[in-house]
Each structure stands twice: as structure tokens, then as C-alpha cells.
């Protein structure tokens, strides 16, 4: 048997059990990046623990959960770096873990980290295996997992925790748990700034399932080939696995159609309680609303305290005008202009996967949730180092190269996955002992 299909459990099976695959995948990949990361810092006298909890924003959280809001350092020019800068959930959960167990508070944060980069995988896994099928979902997961800046999952940053609770968010919006999916959004607004996307894709596929109604065009998915279900914007969903449809018996010895069908007229699913979906875009915005007026209250700033919490940190938004200019200084000499060159092609290459994903009809959920992630992270004027690891949680823009992965055979992907795999946890290791994150 050469095709991954064969190696999955069937759709019938608990979601868990289908992801186990990807969540061993993903443990493996994440093991062998500490690995390289420990002997190399070993090699030049540092620690691979100290790098991973007790550098950059992951002192600014410990001292947020060991110490509370109000510390604030001044530089020289007159910037004011404040710690209220950072969303309060991590923090809290370090806080939470250092009190029942015998952990530190940056012992604490590193162990949250691991439990949430695992949800963060499963819940990546479950929102594919949803549009896609299993295969896709596997693939997704370990591209994740894969990113150049992948070592930020181990990290006690914030990404991995975020990223778990907009993956799942958005998994309980394509199955019609609206309640559920308001509430993690609530949860992923204490989490990040970037909290707006997910409260985003709840509002929208909120109100299109009260301007569509009973009579919605399905949402295109996978499984409309023999892979998934379909899934109508509003439906309320209570089953994880949907039995298969005529025709995927076939499915273990054929490869499976990663393509997504186009969008069909099909008999309408009775939806959610209008009650349900209300109740759930109204809980969503709660966390960032709640964080952002608190802030603005002990400010002493109203609405505006936040932003210029941020602005004493130099981020704001400008529409990408000083992105631009970032990389068009590349320019200014012929070696830097590789690099520039570089950010163009990167950039250029993130936008023609979201344009994919359009093209292949994704679910509206995740083209908003990504497209206001991507906005978010490319025009904001922040430092531009942090913009890869800013666009970590932007995962369903890999479902295109998911599905390419996953139409080939298991040994040309594995050898792929590897081959990224090794690189991804060389240049990881390389990262953090020398710039890193900031």
C-alpha cells in the first residue's frame, strides 16, 4: 500500500484517533527541532531552555503572570515599552500552572506552549480533514509544523496558544457549534491582537447564515467527492464524523480527489437556532473588548489607551507603506537585494495561496479568518523580523500545498516532509542562537 489513504482511519472514526497520524507526525518534527536546537546551542555555550523560555516577549509574559500589569521600560529615545502591550490568556494560564504545580512561572509557560502547539496541530487536522479529508489534513498539519519559523511552536510566545483556539473556533463554525465558536474567539481576543481575524470569521459566516437561511448553496468541501460532508453556513452539525458517501469504498485503493468541488445546489440543512448564532457573534468580541477597555481605563486614555500602548512600541498600521519601504531599501546595494528580492517573492507567494484558496472556493470562514490575518501581519509598520512568526497562525493559506503534498505518493511525501523537517530545524537552531524573535 502506497497511498497515505490506507494508513488513516476511516471517516467514521473519533476525530482524536484520525488525527493521530499528524499529531505523531507533528511530535516528531517538533522533537527533532529541540534536538538540533540543544546540541547547537550546547555547542556554543548556551541553553536551548533558556532560548526557548526566558529571552525576548517570553520574559515580558513571566513577568506579566509572576508580577502583574504596570512595568514599563524607558528607552533612550523615549520609547516606552509597557507590558501591557501583551494579551493577558498566557499569562494567566502560566499563572494557573505555576499555583497547582510545583512548575516556575517560565516552567509553566513552556508547558502550556506544549500542550497548545499539540491542539493547535489537532485542531489544524480537524479543519482540513473537514474541507479536504484525512490526507490533506495530515499534509496541513505537517507543513505547519514545517514553516521556517517553526520553532516558534515550542517557544513561550503566544502563536501556539492562539493558533489552537482560532483553529477550533473555526472548526466549530464549519460544524455549526456557534456557542463554541464564539467563545473560543472570546478566548483567542485575550490571546493576541490578532484576535480580530477569528471574531471576523464568526461575524461573517454569522451573517451570511441569516441573509442565506434554509435555502443556502452548500459550502464546498472534499468530502462532496467521498471525503467529508457539506457544509452549510449555519448548520448545526453534531456529528465529528460523517459516514462516507456512495463511491468512497474505493477510497483506500484510489487516491483521493484533494481538488475541492465546486459549489453545488444541494437539499438544505435545517440551521443552528437563530438564537445559537446570535448568541455566538455576540460572545465573540468580548476578550479583545474586555482587554482593550481595561487597558484604556487604567490609562487613563479611553479607547485610545491601547494604541498608544503599541505605539510606544512602534507598531501600528499603515496600510504597509513602511513594509514597503523596508524592502525597497533592499535595494540600495547589490547583496541586500537578494534579501529584497527574497520578501518580494515571499510575499507574492502568500498571496497567490490565498488567491488559491479562493479559486478552490475554500469555506468563507477560513478565506476571512485568513485574509485579516495576512492584512494584519504584511501592513502593520511592527518590526519586520517578527512578520514570519506574525503569520504562523495564517495555516489554512497551506491547504493548497497540502493537497499538493497529499496527491503524492507516501514515499515522495515523506521524503519532502523530511527533507523540510531537517532543514526547518537547522535554520531554527541557527535563529534562536543568533537574532531570533524579537
Request: charged share 10%.
Amino acid at each position: 500500500m502506497t497511498d497515505l489513504e490506507t494508513r488513516v482511519a476511516p471517516p467514521h472514526t473519533p476525530l482524536l484517533r484520525r488525527a493521530a497520524p499528524a499529531l505523531l507526525g507533528y511530535a516528531a518534527v517538533r522533537a527533532l527541532g529541540l534536538v538540533v536546537l540543544a546540541l547547537w546551542s550546547a555547542a556554543r555555550g548556551k541553553s536551548a531552555y533558556t532560548l526557548l523560555t526566558a529571552r525576548w516577549d517570553s520574559l515580558w509574559y513571566t513577568r506579566v503572570a509572576e508580577l502583574g500589569y504596570g512595568y514599563e521600560v524607558r528607552l533612550p529615545n523615549g520609547d516606552v515599552h509597557s507590558n501591557l502591550a501583551f494579551f493577558p490568556l498566557l499569562p494567566w494560564l502560566e499563572r494557573l500552572g505555576h499555583a497547582v504545580t510545583p512548575l516556575s512561572y517560565a516552567d509553566s509557560g513552556f508547558a502550556v506552549v506544549l500542550l497548545a502547539s499539540l491542539a493547535a496541530a489537532c485542531g489544524i487536522f480537524a479543519v482540513a480533514d473537514r474541507v479536504y479529508g484525512p490526507r490533506v489534513g495530515i499534509c496541513a498539519v505537517l507543513l505547519w509544523e514545517v514553516l521556517p519559523v517553526g520553532i516558534v511552536q515550542s517557544m513561550a510566545y503566544s502563536e501556539s496558544l492562539f493558533t489552537a483556539l482560532a483553529a477550533w473556533s473555526l472548526y466549530a463554525l464549519l460544524t455549526g457549534r456557534w456557542i463554541t465558536a464564539g467563545t473560543l474567539a472570546a478566548l483567542a481576543g485575550l490571546t493576541r491582537p490578532v484576535g480580530a481575524a477569528v471574531v471576523a470569521a464568526v461575524w461573517v459566516a454569522g451573517g451570511l447564515s441569516f441573509v442565506w437561511g434554509r435555502s443556502a448553496v452548500r459550502t464546498p468541501s472534499a468530502y462532496d467527492n467521498g471525503h467529508a460532508p457539506a457544509h452549510t453556513p449555519g448548520a448545526s452539525d453534531d456529528s465529528h464524523a460523517p459516514a462516507r458517501t456512495p463511491g468512497a469504498q474505493n477510497a483506500s485503493h484510489n487516491p483521493p480527489n484533494t481538488e475541492p468541488s465546486k459549489v453545488t445546489q444541494a437539499p438544505a440543512t435545517p440551521p443552528a437556532p437563530a438564537w445559537r448564532r446570535a448568541l455566538g457573534m455576540a460572545i465573540a468580541p468580548l476578550g479583545a473588548a474586555a482587554y482593550v477597555l481595561w487597558v484604556g481605563r487604567r490609562t487613563g486614555k479611553g479607547l485610545l489607551g491601547y494604541l498608544d500602548v503599541q505605539a510606544g512600541w512602534r507598531n501600528g498600521f499603515d496600510g504597509g507603506y513602511a513594509f514597503a519601504r523596508f524592502v525597497a531599501d533592499k535595494f540600495t546595494s547589490i547583496p541586500s537585494a537578494f534579501a529584497g528580492a527574497g520578501l518580494i517573492i515571499g510575499v507574492a507567494l502568500l498571496l497567490w495561496l490565498y488567491v488559491t484558496g479562493v479559486r478552490q472556493r475554500q469555506p468563507v470562514e477560513l478565506l476571512v479568518y485568513t485574509g485579516v490575518v495576512l492584512v494584519l501581519a504584511l501592513c502593520a509598520s511592527s518590526y519586520f523580523g517578527s512578520k514570519p512568526r506574525l503569520l504562523m497562525p495564517a495555516f489554512p493559506v497551506l491547504l493548497p500545498l497540502a493537497g499538493a503534498l497529499a496527491r503524492l505518493r507516501t514515499s515522495r511525501a515523506v521524503l519532502v516532509t523530511a527533507g523540510l523537517a531537517v532543514a526547518t530545524a537547522v535554520y531554527g537552531a541557527f535563529w534562536l542562537n543568533g537574532s531570533g524573535p524579537p
